[in-house]
């Protein structure tokens, strides 16, 4: 009876910690989904760098300058993330305020600080699982397009192959392919843990921090054939972000001024208190419809004073050698320049029979009305 007995509080025993395993293996797998302790960073401002070598590593913008975390976790032997998406990935906030923290106090780090103007500055995001845009998120921006305003928010996406840094060059594909390049400066919104069917009220809580983003966008692919959005603002390079990721604890993101320069005239100025859907109902409504991952990055639109909106008669689009300049009040200027490709160099001033199509006059209103939507983000 009392071998008996022994067997069955091992059993037990055995049991229990089974079970403890479970909780913590499971505990555990939250946490790999969350930005392991699920943990945002505060008072960060954050770059990235372009290297000699290629690769695209973090820097910590701090009272004494700007830290280059490579360097310094080299020379001071310690191993936090060393980009941006690491960190709101795979987690380490603890282990990158440590660096700051012993870089600031030792004499021999002083070389890992770096002049902020004379750096090539990398892409913040390079690989997100998602990017998310918004359209017609402006009031006054809708009325421009001719649109009402909607009623939900206007989802598109644009791909991996866009995302390009700041003082970037956009190299414009040949007229053949497209040639009314237009603006858009937006508040990118960072996610920094998994938002699954969130609340307005909770869903500024999922938000790792922000930046200047910037919708660049061929007009003539979006509105001409068909109504195609997306191929419309995901060329290679028309995703600009930067200079900073400044961390969602320094930013009120719903009273934010935004201005958009072309060659120094100021083309858009507005306040985010002008949004139609802020960030917490865009990241409520989309959570509902899939969770939003760590690294995941929102356009959250772009306000009124769009060259599409303008007059037909007024429409100057965008060229090679024009200089675009975004900024948002507390998060920088995100700068980048125009030029031609090596392709369209040699094709820019010859016609296209897409584009004798789509300006022909004989063109009905129905013809036309076929083209493309009249709507636009």
Known sequence: MQSRRKLMKSGLAAAALATTNVGVHATEERM?????????????????????????????????GVLDVAAASKLLGYSPPLSLEELLTKGGNAELKALVEAALKSPAAKSTFVDESKIRFGRLFKNPGKIICVGLNYREHAEEAGAKPPAQPILFNKYNNALAPHRATIQLPPRDICHKFD???ELVVVIGRRASNVSVDEALSYVAGYAVGHDFTSRDLQ??????WMVGKTLDGFAPIGPYFVSADQVDPNNLNLETRVNGEVRQSVNTTKFIFNPQKLIAYTSRLFALEPGDIIFTGTPSGVIVGYPKEKQVWLKAGDKVESTIQGLGTLSFDLAWSETAAGTRSRPTEF?????????TTQERATEGFICFA
Do not use: C, M
């Open 32 to 64: 790999s989904h969350s930005g392991t302790s699920g943990e945002l960073p505060r008072q960060l401002t954050a770059l990235a760098i372009r290297r000699e070598d290629g690769r695209e590593t973090l820097v910590v913008k701090t009272e004494a």
């Open 223 to 228: 509105l001409e054939t068909g109504g195609q």
């Open 355 to 363: 584009a004798r199509h789509t300006s022909d006059p004989l063109l």
């Open 183 to 185: 603006y858009e400066t």
